[in-house]
C-alpha cells in the first residue's frame, strides 16, 4: 500500500489556508459591525466615518477576490505556488486598502451621507 504524502500535505496546507482566511474574514466583519454599532448608537460623525471607509475597503477587497476567481490559470507556462497565491492575495489587499483610503471611488462617502440622513 503506497500513499501519496505530497497530495495530503497539499490537501492539508488548502485545508489551512482556506481556515485562516475564514478566521480573517469572520474577524474583520465582527470588527466592522462592532464600528458599525458603536456609530450607529452614538451617533458619532468620526465613528460613521471610519465604519463607511471600512466597508468600502471591504468591498473592494472582495471585488478584487471574485475578480481573481475569473482569471484562468489553466493557460499559464508556470503553475501558481501556494506562496505565490498568498502573497497575490495580501498584495491585492494591501492594494485595495490603499485605494480606499484615497477615497476616489466614493464608496465610503455615499454610505457616510446615507448613515447621517438616516441617523437624523
Do not use: H, P, W
Not at 35 to 57: C, N, P, T
Not at 93 to 108: P, S, V, Y
Amino acid at each position: 500500500m503506497s500513499i501519496n504524502i505530497n497530495s495530503n500535505v497539499n490537501i492539508n496546507s488548502d485545508m489551512l489556508k482556506s481556515q485562516v482566511a475564514m478566521n480573517k474574514e469572520e474577524g474583520r466583519i465582527s470588527d466592522f459591525k462592532k464600528i458599525m454599532e458603536d456609530a450607529v448608537e452614538g451617533k458619532k460623525d468620526e465613528k460613521l466615518k471610519e465604519a463607511s471607509e471600512e466597508f468600502e475597503i471591504y468591498f473592494l477587497q472582495m471585488m478584487m477576490k471574485e475578480m481573481r476567481k475569473t482569471v484562468n490559470k489553466d493557460d499559464s507556462f508556470i503553475k501558481e505556488s501556494n506562496a505565490e497565491k498568498i502573497f497575490r492575495e495580501e498584495l491585492d489587499n494591501q492594494m485595495m486598502i490603499e485605494l480606499g483610503k484615497t477615497g476616489q471611488i466614493g464608496l465610503a462617502k455615499s454610505i457616510y451621507e446615507r448613515l447621517i440622513i438616516e441617523n437624523e
